[in-house]
């Protein structure tokens, strides 16, 4: 039992963290090509079956090549994977729906494998479009140095520590920069990501597409929106964070969810004899062991690292989607008791492992260009005051992402700024009233019409879990355009 428990703890990143987790990151070995055997083109692409096992059934792919850089059109070309399920109606074919993965660096052609027997319905009338965006090609390209963290990542206490954590990051970046041979380091903002997308549809040939983005794919998809918004046809968005707000307000408004989450727990613990904390008062005791240990860090023996502080605690240690059986909350329950003993081995390789998978220059560089770091010094600290108004069990510190991208080198490709509506049709969002909900709502709030569904329970890009309610609406909206009542909820499954 006590190795199950730890290893459900191993491994995973904080409770719905937005971006790159460290299977993602510590997984990074080229791939095969879905499309193997499809030449790559610049115009309309061939064609053939698909290379590789577990493709579903008539699946195709083919590759297009599209520029590294889009300002220079001429220039190195890299190639794009695209795969494609025919309509099964093809009679009442309607077009194209091409999925935006997110990750960053999730393969698209993964996703739609995952999700083809969940959206039959949709292939009725819809071509299924995949296609492994740029930043994908780059996790199979990357070089050895830009795995290796520049540091392991901790609250910075001062200005002075917070400029070596910088200084750090931007050497890292720097090296991994120069070892590139690619040229993608510098062009992985989600505006180019979304100028490929617009290279897509091209070469399918559509004139406008429908499009179905999840998680940080609602980054691109407002990149493409604010470039090419007369080709959406329709759009649907599974908990996407809203970049166009900015990083910091993702987190603020995802906190008050996850002190929910927690009071969650402390009521399950309260009512199960089972939970290590049963009969305390579990929040006291969590609150104490993270003060303490931001005063006194727990030491630990990890291949990761040597000490846990609390700030290592609160951003990485507590998941609010309580497992099968509440198996993540009894692992959590007892990690937290033998912890205040001194003993961290419950927390030490999953808090200590995502530290350095965070600091990680060649993931980071899939994101840092969308504005993710921290401008100053100053502004950190004014995150801190307000996370710890909001949050007295998981705020008052620093957002591990920005502590990453801080020291970015280049210019901020993509920074957040007012998405221009006027030519978008309505969008439909769905997401979990346990966290994604109010990234997703802030984000089609600003599409005039549009409306989001609210999942009551706990998921993250609900599609590909196969949940059928959220499906359900979908292929709703994006086969007749018909968008359900503003309040629309959907029952956990």
Known sequence: MMTTKKRSLRGRTTWLVAGMTVAALTGMIPAASAAQGGQAQAGKPVWRDCAGQDMPAGM??????????????????????????????????????????????TRGIEDLQRAAADLTELGRRFDLVAYNPRNAVWRDRLPQSCMQPAASLSDPRDEKAYKALTVAMTKAFTACQKADKSGLFSRMDSLSVARDMEAVRKSLGEERLSFMANSYGGVPAAAYARLFPQRIRAMYLDGVINQ??????????????????????TTWCADTPACALHGEDAGAVWRELTRDADRRPIPVTSEFGKELTGWHLRSFGFIGDPGEGHSRWLAFAEAVDKARGGDGSGFADSALGNARVWAMPGGLAMTCADDRGYSSYAQLQEFRRQTRKISPNFGGGASFDALGCAGWPLRIANPPRPLPTRGLPPFLGVGSTWGDHVWTESFTRMIPGSVTVAYEGPGHALYLMGKKCPIRHATTYLTDLRLPKPGTTCPAE
């Open 60 to 105: 195709r792919c083919a590759a297009i090549e599209v520029p590294v850089d889009w300002a220079r059109p001429n220039g190195s070309k890299i190639t794009l994977d695209l795969a494609r399920l025919p309509a099964t109606e093809p009679a009442r074919r309607i077009g194209s729906v091409l999925g935006i993965p997110g990750g960053p660096g």
């Open 244 to 265: 166009v707000d900015g990083w910091p307000d993702q987190l603020m408004r995802l906190l008050p969810l996850q002190e929910q989450a927690f009071t969650r727990f």
